[in-house]
């Protein structure tokens, strides 16, 4: 068996189908602006009930060594 090892996890959930379209940009957005992150893991969830689909995307991630680092 395989451990991950991850320092932090970053959670996108949303409900409401406009939110639901511009997730992936928003993910992508939080990635450009975190280049020091590696992710290492990820997990999508969906759950839904008569009115409501909600999906969450959570991506756990450990900080990239600094170039120069031992």
């Known amino acids: 068996m395989t451990v991950v090892q991850f320092t932090g996890m970053k959670v996108f959930s949303t409900t409401l189908a406009r939110d639901r379209e511009a997730m992936g940009d928003n993910i992508t957005r939080w990635l450009t602006e975190n280049p020091n992150l590696e992710i290492v893991d ?3 969830t969906q759950s839904s009930d008569k009115e409501f689909h909600c999906v969450t995307i959570t991506l756990f991630y450990k ?3 600094r170039s120069g680092a031992p």
């Open 42 to 44: 990820k997990t999508v």
């Open 63 to 65: 900080d990239k060594p």
